[in-house]
C-alpha cells in the first residue's frame, strides 16, 4: 500500500483503506472545512475523511485511505 494520493484518487486510481477494505470516493469537495471527502467503503458504509485521508484529524485508524 502507498500513501494516499489525492490526484490519483480523482484519476480514478484504486483506493483502499489500511486494513484492506474496498472503498469508492463518491464526492470530492463536499462543503466542509476538515472532511469534504464522502466515502462509501465496501458499499456498506458511508464515512467523511479529510484531503489527506485520514478519518479523524487528531489519531490514525485502520480505516485511513491508501493507494493500492
Not at 20 to 35: A, C, L, M, P, W
Request: charged share 35%; aromatic share 8%; glycine share 4%.
Amino acid at each position: 500500500m502507498k500513501k494516499f494520493n489525492l490526484i490519483k484518487a480523482k484519476q480514478g486510481s484504486k483506493v483502499i483503506t489500511k486494513n484492506g477494505k474496498d472503498v469508492n470516493i463518491i464526492y470530492f469537495e463536499r462543503d466542509s472545512k476538515n472532511f469534504p471527502l464522502v466515502v462509501l467503503i465496501e458499499n456498506k458504509k458511508v464515512e467523511q475523511y479529510t484531503l489527506d485521508g485520514k478519518l479523524y484529524t487528531d489519531k490514525d485508524s485502520e480505516l485511513d485511505l491508501k493507494m493500492k
